[in-house]
């Protein structure tokens, strides 16, 4: 047993605005006071983390004019020099503000489209000073509340005018930076814009520069659809398409709760887990979660120490679950392994395949064994083996 | 007011399966009798409708001789040619049987994999033979309730190379047949793969004829994950893949309730009739539902002649709001024309767009005037304008 | 058809935070200018309503010293007096204030319980003075992220002290004034003490004044449980407990959407009218809604305006559907009036409900005719017959 | 480290109708054979249970005479007998039969509900025979899909008289039998009376004998509608109507699942055995599941060892969270005990709770650290403490 201390290869990262929600909601005011950016670099690389990341409007508040600007930026930038920690994700905030209420790459309205795409080019400039080689586009506001308030094919094709835009923006500077799309099902819009990371991965194939644009899938998101995360991911990886990733914690069909990474559906995590590292994986595990209002800052920190801890523990957990001989027997009474094989051999052809036969009768008492199995996850998870 | 009497040429479909269903479920033996093909050709003809669709177990009985296949055939093509009524689509049955407890196309038994493509290719043939056109695969076993037991990224290359071998097999014989596929998201597994009309789309950019397969949409499946059906059949238009659409009601995040179309969100029902008319959708409307268990066969028919009526109903409220003058006033002052006008005018650049400032203040106050829209959407669905 | 103007009789009332909500939430600023009490009253005065509600610092800004609270009050009295406008409901606000983070009667801080018994206290004060009948108790962060924090048969414990101490109060004082809870499952707490109407119902049967406690349910908060919210408000009629109602809008198990009347699920909210007006329900139809931060205030009255309209639109359409004959008959048919007959006789004994047998096989064939039951009420929520 | 071998002394007991369900469901077909019930009673004394239940159908095949019946319990007993298991609780079958397809106690059907209570009535002779001392009703098929067709204040009459008719009969014969009810909030009908344990023991207090009926809640009933169990159990207890449980797993808001206990919501399983066995629950801990279609028999026993050992582990996890001097430092930081203490002294008045002022500004900024003492749980329950 490891003390489980995350180090910068762990490639841990945060969202300034994680650590730094000060609480409000529709039914409550703030409980926390303002994070300065710098600070919270101090306080994340303490803890071992790797990265931050952030929103425009996050690091820079808005309004403020170019020495302002100037200013955090040079604090900002030194807090990174000081600490080694990276910036390896940057996103733009295109929904807090009440012009996008309406969304932003889909308003209804044509100066608002505008406005976020700007808004969006301008970040670009900020992202690749800071070195990230991923931007995040989460289009939590595009979305509507009445199907008649909102063309949808038209909205695909604002989209899609919107990202061919971006792309086409970054190729001609030259820049090393992909996009990532997060998905969202609903909230704070009745229902928003491709709703799960299927509904993403399919969008992108109809881009101009498919291969600049993935998914970010967040844990909450996928759930709140009662989706499986870890199927989830895996089809984006499946895609090639999983660019980055937010982790945290989400107790079913509800709103967005944005717990720490492993205070959800724990059992998830650990097959999520498992995922991430046999896929091989690079890119960071970012953590997306709100620490809860009922936490003062000492708390907000043991929730972000949370989050990694827990990812380290389910690694360990994942590497111990596939090196151990019981489930290898398990996965392969299980089949699992078969399943990679190809259904028919090289050569084969459909009539080959109708000259056979099954046995209905005998297949028909076939067992999978997938009780045993999951059982041995079971219990490596609770540390029982 | 009409009567709302259906004729052919609304392309009323039904399932076999549908008003052939004896409501066996998981707590409750079977209710009705078994309703043979011929006798439901003439019922649904008789109800007005056109077209009528089936797996091969619905109409034949598994494990009949060929003498028996060719006297079911033989009755059911009669009672087609009598009414007039078309096949215009079918499907396999890949999950009653216990050999598919883990999937057809993605079980782990490679032997049942090749098992399920040979039941499809069989199956094929009786599909062309019948004059249909679309080919659905629902894939409702293949899934997992452990993520231990189901490679995800094999299981999505199995599903690939079975479409490709379905498609190559089809272009090799010439057919004109096209394929469909209908995602769910869970039930009868834990999860099920390809869980949404999103992950679909996105699944068939990665075959080798994606031009072949387009989805079929089901209201409830959809609904069973908290999503808006209309906002995924928009998606599948704008990609132009939505084959086909299985019609049906579902009240929210439950079980598979199948209930007959209208019965459950009417507000959503309105809206997709309105979306499916406006958008030029020219396939069959076609009904996957299971009248419940309370029904005897009296109820059955009842049940089937409302999911007609109230498409009929809804097509005809969907016309006067879309022909409403208000209703143009208000879609106006929503500004929904304005997201068809694309966001750059031609041969703007980035640069013109950075040039560019907006109001914010002013913007801000900017209201979108959708709850007046969407009253009115209400007022035409209650027929109170 | 009537133009559907509602009347005061209708006794329509609205949450002042309904109409004055600015739209804040977990991802947005304000959308709106703050409202005025006086301007509300006069407003809502104006579209027909007969009451108006609020918690205590939705009149009153928090931290008003003496003059102010009774500059704000004279002016609100005034604005009554003009209109005619009553005050049928107030109730307190626990949860806005950081000091509810975790609750309010149930806080695990006990000076923070004694602070929000403080508030009530001093609130009923107000609610008496301005008429009101009913004082609602909502206690949203009343609840937690993680079990270990709470321990909830304390929490019941707490909730009991308080309410038996709030009633002693009222019977004190000799007020004429009864107590209404309200449930809700989760948001903004992970989960809620008290999540649904019936988890309310069976804690009112453990206090010492159970007469004076009922519940006020709330259309969305049923729904984000997937309940059926009819059903619910049938059960606590059944207990006589219906002292209030929140009338609203849900599409669904997600976020709570408080969407107007009547734009959520429609077909329930048929139902749920039809329920409240043959139970002969009396207590105000109080709306408690969020108007969309899509909306500017013009926005805003259209949706306070819906919500009445479709109220009235559905108490004409309940009244014809229990009027048509032909529902009669299908009621008949269905044999809904024969639940209403007791299952024995007068003297009837379980020795002669033994001595009887009943004819499976004839029995098993009875249909219940829902199915032409549900689709006449269709058809009259549609307006086609 | 134990080995987790389940004694008698464990209390666990299982419904025959777990291990002997056959798999059949909407959409797939029997894939096990019949399970005789004397086998069933010897292996799961091997496997360390102490207790076996079933329905009445489960045992003894409806239509079975007298002779058939005989011979059938002389069997089960002799089982018993040589095993030392008990038959602690008893429950009718009132679904599986057409004449149920629209309820039992509630159905429209006069005839049927007299014949649900007769039902009921032998079985309780069967039940007091076997040594039970809990009656579970599940009321599975007392429900709706239209509104329309259900009056519910009726069907509480009906189920009101039901329950007081049993109560009275039980005493009567001086049985020393209690009845447990088991909410469920949908499927297989639509929406089920009394969806949660809430409704359920509101239901309860309106009884003539309500100290003689309890609850039976089961973990996946309540969390299909999104309800915490862990909380759900506390109320009922807090009641003192915990009269027996049903555990098993299910992963969200969906159908029914009953996975093995353990396989659904891991840390909702943690935090509820804590709950039962700090709370002192004597009961049976009793298995409800399924075993996933995909297991043959030997799969079966193996999801019935696995609900066992994972109770097992559960509540050593439980236990020694609660003896951890960290976690008991990390209670007191997070006031969890200070809950229990009375919001009011003795004595106290509530005109000495208005003499009192709180320090809003300093209160505003006290955290909870409830992430630390969820953390620390999570580490109990991962095992890396």
Chains 1, 2, 3, 4 share one sequence.
């Not at 101090?42 to 929103?55: C, E, K, M, P, Q």
């Not at 308003?107 to 969006?120: C, E, M, P, T």
């Not at 989209?159 to 990532?180: I, M, P, Q």
Request: net charge negative; proline share 5%; hydrophobic share 40%.
């Amino acid at each position: 047993m490891t003390d489980y201390r995350p180090v910068p290869e762990d490639k841990f990262s945060f969202g300034l605005w994680t650590v730094g929600w000060r609480g409000v909601n529709t039914f409550g005011d703030a409980v926390r006071p303002p994070l300065d950016g710098a600070e919270a670099v101090r306080r994340l690389a303490d803890l071992g983390a790797y990265g931050i990341t952030f929103h425009d409007d996050d690091l820079i508040p808005p309004g403020s004019d170019a020495a302002a600007r100037a200013a955090v930026l040079k604090r900002f930038r030194a807090a990174l020099d000081e600490t080694g920690l990276v910036v390896p994700m940057v996103t733009t905030n295109l929904f807090t503000h009440p012009v996008f209420r309406d969304g932003g790459f889909t308003s209804n309205s044509r100066d608002v489209r505008r406005y976020a795409l700007r808004k969006v080019l301008r970040n670009i400039e900020l992202a690749v000073e800071m070195g990230a080689r991923t931007f995040v586009c989460w289009g939590g506001q595009d979305g509507a509340e009445t199907e008649a308030g909102k063309d949808d094919r038209a909205a695909l094709d604002r989209l899609r005018e919107a990202f061919d835009l971006l792309c086409a923006h970054v190729r001609d500077r030259g820049y090393d930076l992909r996009f990532a799309i997060e998905p969202k099902p609903n909230e704070p819009r009745g229902d928003v814009l491709l709703p799960t990371v299927g509904h993403a991965l399919a969008f992108i194939s109809e881009l101009e520069h498919p291969e600049m644009v993935g998914v970010n899938p967040e844990v909450g998101h996928e759930q709140m659809a009662g989706l499986n995360f870890a199927h989830g991911v895996a089809q984006a990886l499946w895609h090639g398409k999983l660019f980055h990733i937010d982790l945290n914690g989400q107790r079913g069909v509800k709103y967005d709760q944005d717990l720490r990474f492993g205070a959800g559906d724990v059992k998830e995590a650990f097959f999520l887990v498992d995922l991430l590292e046999s896929a091989g994986y690079e890119g960071p595990r970012h953590f997306d979660f709100k620490p809860p209002r009922t936490e003062d800052m000492a708390g907000v920190w043991e929730s972000a120490a949370g989050c990694m801890r827990n990812y380290l523990v389910l690694r360990e957990k994942a590497a111990a679950f596939r090196a151990d001989p019981e489930v290898a027997a398990a996965l392969e009474a299980a089949r699992v392994g078969e399943l990679a094989r190809p259904t028919l051999d090289p050569g084969e052809t459909t009539a080959d395949l109708l000259a056979e036969e099954l046995d209905l009768a005998a297949v028909a008492e076939r067992g999978y064994a997938f009780e045993r199995l999951d059982q041995l996850a079971v219990d490596h998870l609770l540390g029982v083996r």
